[in-house]
T-cell receptor, first 112, second 112 residues
Framework: EDKVVQSPLSLVVHEGDTVTLNCSYEVTNFRSLLWYKQEKKAPTFLFMLTSSGIEKKSGRLSSILDKKELFSILNITATQTGDSAVYLCAVGYGGSQGNLIFGKGTKLSVKP | KAGVTQTPRYLIKTRGQQVTLSCSPISGHRSVSWYQQTPGQGLQFLFEYFSETQRNKGNFPGRFSGRQFSNSRSEMNVSTLELGDSALYLC???????????FGSGTRLTVV
């Protein structure tokens, strides 16, 4: 059965810390891996990764995919209280991008 | 540029009733997907539409159905509501390629 597993499930850090969120997957016909940030309702798109070893960066956030070991990490440096959210990892599979398998998410809490 | 619009935002229905939820994608986006989010199961894929055709369907009973109109707006219908259908229903649209999916704020359905 296809699955996406995120760890840790929750994390509490202080402002300024660096965090690493993990996502491993077992999905047939892998197409892409996506990261989303969910604060209240609508998940916000962060990254889409399709190739191994190529880091994607956006400000203090970065992510990389390892298709051999079937995992991805999301790094957040110099965390701020505004980074507090649930971070979701999703894997797209098959012939279209529309169907995503989501992990249960990592709840990040950043304390001042 | 307007985002993905879902209506209504909140809905309370009684067991056995049916409900229709609406989603207007970002202008120009032809792909629309629907997801159910619950605390226990997380985000689960319902179905994906592209150019009025259902391209993929998740593992949900036949009580869950959807459609897409020529203007790319989509609706999903749930018949014979059960208590377990209480959830946040999220719609997402995409331009395709490396753009990922943009989610709406969802419809919170409560079945009593």
């Amino acid at each position: 059965e296809d699955k996406v597993v995120q760890s840790p499930l929750s994390l509490v850090v202080h402002e300024g810390d660096t965090v690493t969120l993990n996502c491993s997957y077992e999905v047939t016909n892998f197409r892409s891996l996506l990261w989303y940030k969910q604060e209240k309702k609508a998940p916000t798109f962060l990254f889409m990764l399709t190739s191994s070893g190529i880091e994607k960066k956006s400000g203090r956030l970065s992510s990389i995919l390892d298709k051999k070991e079937l995992f991805s990490i999301l790094n957040i440096t110099a965390t701020q209280t505004g980074d507090s959210a649930v971070y979701l990892c999703a894997v797209g599979y098959g012939g279209s991008q529309g169907n995503l398998i989501f992990g249960k998410g990592t709840k990040l809490s950043v304390k001042p | 540029k307007a985002g993905v619009t879902q209506t209504p935002r909140y809905l309370i229905k009684t067991r056995g009733q049916q409900v229709t939820l609406s989603c207007s994608p970002i202008s120009g986006h032809r792909s629309v997907s629907w997801y159910q989010q619950t605390p226990g199961q997380g985000l689960q894929f319902l179905f994906e539409y592209f150019s009025e055709t259902q391209r993929n369907k998740g593992n949900f009973p036949g009580r869950f159905s959807g459609r897409q109109f020529s203007n790319s707006r989509s609706e999903m219908n749930v018949s014979t509501l059960e208590l377990g259908d209480s959830a946040l229903y999220l719609c997402a649209s995409s331009l395709g390629g490396a753009h990922g999916y943009t989610f709406g704020s969802g419809t919170r359905l409560t079945v009593v």
